[in-house]
T-cell receptor, first 122, second 109 residues
Framework: EVQMVESGGGLVQPGGSLRLSCAASGFTFSRYAMSWVRQAPGKGLEWVSV????????YYADSVKGRFTISRDNSKSMLYLQTNSLRAEDTAVYYC???????????????WGQGTLITVSS | QTVVTQEPSLTVSPGGTVTLTCASS?????????PNWFQQKPGQAPRALIYNTSNKHSWTPARFSGSLLGGKAALTLSGVQPEDEAEYYC?????????FGGGTKLTVL
């Protein structure tokens, strides 16, 4: 069974940092790109970042570029999101999702975790 | 930055048919944008329904179908069930970033 479990969210002050983790299981982790997607309270979905299966390629939404860093440890089937210089508008539930097979042209985002909440407030 | 637009809300009767659309600010949506569709119910994570315009996941009910319609991506629900009441999001990947639409709240009434 494919499963993603996020952790690491919490309450942080503006300007602070948090590192989110996502433990993946049930598939060959290194063969898939992985994404982070967030959802502010009562709002829609916003794609945040994607990392290739090897970890060699990363892409970010303009809203987080230069502040967030995506990474992965294929030996542990773990995905990470380092979030720095947090702002109130970063308050959201952060989901990790299995994105697409290595070398694939299209996005699937077929499996999602239950999310972890980051609240940025003083 | 591409803006992806969906109908904010739609209402359909049980057993009816409804089509949700997904438009891009940069022009016509084509298969090269690999449209995806997701369903989200309150308090739950999104669930993938359609990828690459019209491909269904193994769990996607047969009454859901994806297509291109008049320069937009489209999700059609045929024989709507009460449990289809939810928020629906499209995602476009037109060679650049992945961009979600704002979502369509579907009411079954």
């Amino acid at each position: 069974e494919v499963q993603m479990v996020e952790s690491g969210g919490g309450l942080v002050q503006p300007g602070g940092s948090l590192r989110l983790s996502c433990a993946a299981s049930g598939f060959t982790f290194s063969r898939y790109a992985m994404s982070w997607v967030r959802q502010a309270p009562g709002k829609g979905l916003e794609w945040v970042s994607v990392i290739s299966g090897s970890g060699g390629s990363t892409y970010y939404a303009d809203s987080v570029k230069g502040r967030f860093t995506i990474s992965r440890d294929n030996s542990k089937s773990m995905l990470y999101l380092q979030t720095n210089s947090l702002r109130a508008e970063d308050t959201a539930v952060y989901y990790c999702a299995k994105d697409s097979p290595a070398g694939g042209k299209y996005v699937e985002l077929d499996y999602w975790g239950q999310g972890t909440l980051i609240t940025v407030s003083s | 930055q591409t803006v992806v637009t969906q109908e904010p809300s739609l209402t359909v009767s049980p057993g009816g048919t409804v089509t949700l659309t997904c438009a891009s600010s940069t022009g016509a949506v084509t298969s090269a944008c690999y449209p995806n569709w997701f369903q989200q119910k309150p308090g739950q994570a999104p669930r993938a329904l359609i990828y690459n315009t019209s491909n269904k996941h193994s769990w996607t009910p047969a009454r859901f179908s994806g297509s291109l319609l008049g320069g937009k991506a489209a999700l059609t629900l045929s024989g709507v069930q009460p449990e289809d009441e939810a928020e629906y999001y499209c995602l476009l990947y037109c060679g650049g970033d992945r961009v979600f639409g704002g979502g369509t709240k579907l009411t079954v009434l």
